[in-house]
């Protein structure tokens, strides 16, 4: 077992599904706390816009799609929905149908987009090279160092959300672009080598899975992280050991992780009401 680690390709998933699980899964812990878990497909589906237009215009698809996403985290950071009626889901699962659909019509008339499209909807975590994990350590480890000194300007914004009290933040507001830009940014990434599924996974499952076990912010953090250093190692070791492709192996084991989690809750809910 201990042997698989010998192989750099493996050493290589291993490290990128780390870096890649640390940072998400924190961020995760605001969007579930928001209420905005379909946020990362959005951006997602938008990041893959922007391939598929470099792809037609035969541009470099990696800066395109930066720019497609910051735009869409600008656009996204700006909704503010007063009426009571309508959830910023809503409006989140409308921008991403039109990201999707725009998508497709691009695809159609691009000669040879669709491996690309491929290869940022799948991802392969097992191809990637030394040169991309420096990249997105150096980027990654920048958002997490934002979020580190302006944990309370950032949490502080996100427990807005949970009270519902939206009304009190304006139109523009410094901290919610600042969100939206750093998701936006580590999901674009993310996503040319983890897939829009695993990096969906890491963001929702281990915020989800330590708001089920904590309370204060400080535990639910923790946990999350914990949960995700758990699969992206059980994860690799499994895709490793049975020939499974990384990503989907990834989210096996973090469901298998939150079927857990969910089984502790019940018993202990039981015994509370006991």
């Not at 975590?125 to 958002?143: E, H, N, S």
């Amino acid at each position: 077992m201990v042997e698989m680690f010998n192989q750099e390709f493996v050493i290589n998933a291993l490290a990128i599904s780390l870096i890649m699980g640390l940072l998400l899964s924190y961020l995760g812990v605001h969007v579930v706390g928001r209420g905005i878990v379909f946020v990362d497909l959005a951006l997602g589906q938008i990041s893959m816009l922007g391939v598929a237009v470099a792809m037609l215009f035969e541009k470099e698809p990696t800066i395109i799609s930066i720019i497609f996403t910051m735009v869409g985290a600008l656009c996204l950071s700006l909704i503010n929905i007063k009426d009571k009626r309508l959830k910023q889901e809503a409006i989140i699962g409308i921008i991403y149908a039109v990201a999707t659909a725009a998508t497709v019509l691009f695809i159609s008339k691009s000669p040879h987009g669709e491996a690309d499209i491929t290869d940022v909807l799948f991802g392969s975590l097992f191809t990637v090279t030394i040169g991309k994990i420096i990249r997105i350590a150096v980027v990654f480890g920048l958002i997490g160092l934002l979020h580190l000194i302006f944990r309370k300007e950032f949490f502080g914004l996100t427990e807005t959300y949970e009270n519902k009290a939206t009304e009190k933040i304006e139109v523009f507001n410094l901290w919610n672009f600042l969100f939206y830009l750093s998701i936006g940014l580590a999901i674009v990434l993310a996503v040319r080598e983890g897939g829009v599924i695993p990096v969906f996974s890491y963001l929702i499952i281990p915020a989800v899975s330590a708001i089920m076990l904590a309370k204060s912010n400080w535990a639910v953090v923790s946990i999350a992280l914990i949960i995700s250093l758990l699969g992206g190692i059980f994860g690799i070791m499994f895709a490793v050991q049975f020939d499974f492709p990384a990503g989907s192996s990834i989210v096996a084991v973090l469901g298998g992780i939150f079927g857990l989690v969910s089984v502790i809750r019940i018993i202990k809910s039981a015994f509370i009401k006991n």
